[in-house]
């Protein structure tokens, strides 16, 4: 279990807002975290970074956790369905054979 955080949850919030609004700024969304990090009193500048990934969680584009789980899920059965229709069609392929074939009666 992840400990809990040194930093109120409103101060947090406050960093997340600050590093939007002054974004346009800086020349990178790095050195506008640096800049409100130093400026907060957070430890950090990869603390706030996090914070802002964590906000961002449903806005950014990509899949999330779960989707690539489905996915990767989904991709193993395909590669099972696969290889079974595979076997049935080898299957297949053999009894045909040897319908075709001709049997001699002893």
Not at 40 to 62: A, C, F, H, N, Y
Not at 90 to 99: G, I, P, T, W, Y
């Amino acid at each position: 279990m992840a400990r809990p955080s040194p930093y109120p949850l409103e101060l947090r919030k406050r960093a997340v807002r600050m590093v939007a609004e002054v974004r346009p700024e800086y020349e990178t969304e790095w050195a506008a975290m640096k800049a409100v990090a130093a400026k907060l009193g957070i430890g950090t500048t990869e603390t706030l970074r996090k914070w802002v990934r964590q906000d961002q969680i449903g806005s950014r584009p990509g899949t999330t956790t779960e989707e690539s789980a489905q996915i990767k899920a989904m991709k193993k059965e395909i590669a099972e369905l696969r290889r079974a229709n595979e076997i049935l069609k080898a299957a297949a392929s053999f009894f045909a054979a040897e319908l075709d074939r001709p049997h001699t009666r002893s």
